[in-house]
């Protein structure tokens, strides 16, 4: 999944998409777990989908809130 593609979703789509994510990677840690897992390239995959999922939730919360994003100079 790409970050445009995560950009485009409401707040509330990727929280549910969060969540479909931690699913999935759980059931892959049981198939492991039981050595039915084959695909070992998912862990990283669903990782760093829900990194990207997270980052852009918190940049939207700290937009909102009124912080400094990265690259922002603080006024003062």
Do not use: C, H, W, Y
Not at 12 to 34: C, H, N, P, S, Y
Not at 61 to 69: L, M
């Amino acid at each position: 999944m790409s970050p445009s593609e995560v950009r485009d979703k409401s707040d509330e789509e990727l929280q549910t998409l969060e969540g479909e994510l931690r699913d999935q990677l759980m059931k892959l840690r049981i198939a492991q777990a039981t050595q039915r897992s084959r695909n070992t390239s998912q862990f990283g995959r669903i990782r760093r989908d829900i990194a990207r999922v997270k980052t852009i939730l918190g940049q939207r919360r700290a937009k909102s809130a009124g912080g400094v994003s990265k690259g922002e100079e603080v006024p003062g």
